[in-house]
T-cell receptor, first 111, second 118 residues
Framework: NAGVTQTPKFRILKIGQSMTLQCAQD?????MYWYRQDPGMGLKLIYY???????DKGEVPNGYNVSRSTTEDFPLRLELAAPSQTSVYFC??????????FGSGTRLTVV | AQKITQTQPGMFVQEKEAVTLDCTYD???????LFWYKQPSSGEMIFLIY??????QNATEGRYSLNFQKARKSANLVISASQLGDSAMYFC???????????????FGKGTLLTVNP
């Protein structure tokens, strides 16, 4: 099915470990986003990209890094995981004249 | 200041009745879009309805309608004939386009948890 694919769906990390959350879309959307959702809260923007090779910080970028080498892929890197990064992470993509498509989310726990 | 405000942390409605979920927004951009998403307990984000700032008529999608009052900067979601499956978290979100026309970030409110009672 066309859309946004996130992997993994669940992950438990130990404090100080690193990991990459994968995000891929097959709709040829230029715009891609990473959001985090803390319990009982709305989504907050971590990083976004307006095209391959172009990324920018969102509202809560500290502790994360991104890259966009292709239109399809937008991985999110966590370096030195901290308990404050326990959250559900959503990747999304959009094009100017269409709505947003969200992935199914990655539930991350840092212990 | 918050860009999207949802003042109702929780709402209850009887099955088959209508319910209104409130959303106010703050922007100085003349061009913007307003979205409503549903998040059931399974966690996925489901798009419900969209209203553009220049749209003359209120958006409707099946049982969902958006009561758009531009002067008041409000974009309330109305769900008619509530069903048990409507029980979920509902998020209002706004897309602003920056002066260069290249920024399409969504800003979300904190959400309203709707419970539909049988």
């Amino acid at each position: 099915n066309a859309g946004v694919t996130q992997t993994p769906k669940f992950r438990i990390l130990k404090i100080g470990q690193s990991m990459t959350l994968q995000c891929a879309q097959d709709m040829n959307h230029n715009y891609m986003y990473w959001y985090r959702q803390d319990p009982g809260m709305g989504l907050k923007l971590i990083y976004y990209s307006v095209g391959a090779g172009i990324t920018d910080k969102g509202e809560v970028p500290n502790g994360y890094n991104v890259s966009r080498s292709t239109t399809e892929d937008f991985p999110l890197r966590l370096e030195l995981a901290a308990p404050s990064q326990t959250s559900v992470y959503f990747c999304a993509s959009s094009s100017p004249n269409y709505g947003y498509t969200f992935g199914s989310g990655t539930r991350l726990t840092v212990v | 200041a918050q860009k999207i405000t949802q003042t109702q942390p929780g709402m209850f409605v009887q099955e088959k009745e209508a319910v209104t979920l409130d959303c106010t927004y703050d922007t100085s951009d003349p061009s913007y879009g307003l979205f409503w998403y549903k998040q059931p307990s399974s966690g996925e984000m489901i798009f419900l309805i969209y209203q553009g700032s220049y749209d003359q008529q209120n958006a409707t999608e099946g049982r969902y309608s958006l009561n758009f009052q531009k002067a008041r900067k409000s974009a309330n979601l109305v769900i008619s004939a509530s069903q048990l499956g409507d029980s979920a978290m509902y998020f209002c979100a706004m897309r602003e386009v920056n002066s260069g026309g290249s920024n399409y970030k969504l800003t979300f409110g904190k959400g309203t948890l709707l419970t539909v009672n049988p």
